[in-house]
């Protein structure tokens, strides 16, 4: 992380002119979306694109926000949620309803899976649907 001595010991970088600073905000791609579907998922056993979305926008790289030749015209950002959410429909994992996708009981054990590598918890609906009592 860049700080204030780091650039206060500029001259010992041996000759560099200039700083070099990473991308704060990177490209979204399916492997840093899917997290934030899963968070949607284990929080409620749901998503909309649009909470995705509006949860990344402030994350992701200016570019990912602007709109380009799309027939639906989306962002860029909008495309890779979509496709996402829609590997994860055609995995079944998910239905759809609406503009909700909702996770079916096919993808309890997905869900189970990351929510015990995340040492999380699962929505109360849904631990209570394993449990048997709905």
Not at 13 to 42: E, I, N
Request: proline share 3%; charged share 25%; aromatic share 6%.
């Amino acid at each position: 992380m860049i700080d204030e001595s780091t650039i206060d010991s500029v001259e010992d970088l041996g000759g560099c002119v200039g700083m070099v600073f990473l991308d704060h905000q990177p490209k979204a791609t399916s492997a840093r979306v899917r997290p934030f579907v899963w968070a949607y998922l284990l929080l409620r056993g749901a998503v909309r694109r649009t909470e995705v979305e509006q949860a990344l926008a402030g994350h992701v790289a200016e570019d990912d926000l602007r709109t380009f030749d799309d027939p639906l015209e989306r962002t860029r950002l909008a495309v890779v949620i979509d496709d996402v959410l829609a590997a994860m429909v055609f995995e079944g994992l998910l239905r759809v309803n609406g503009d909700l996708y909702v996770l079916k009981k096919e993808g309890m054990t997905k869900a189970v899976s990351a929510t015990c590598s995340l040492n999380a918890q699962l929505p109360d609906h849904l631990l209570m649907e394993i449990d048997g009592r709905i």
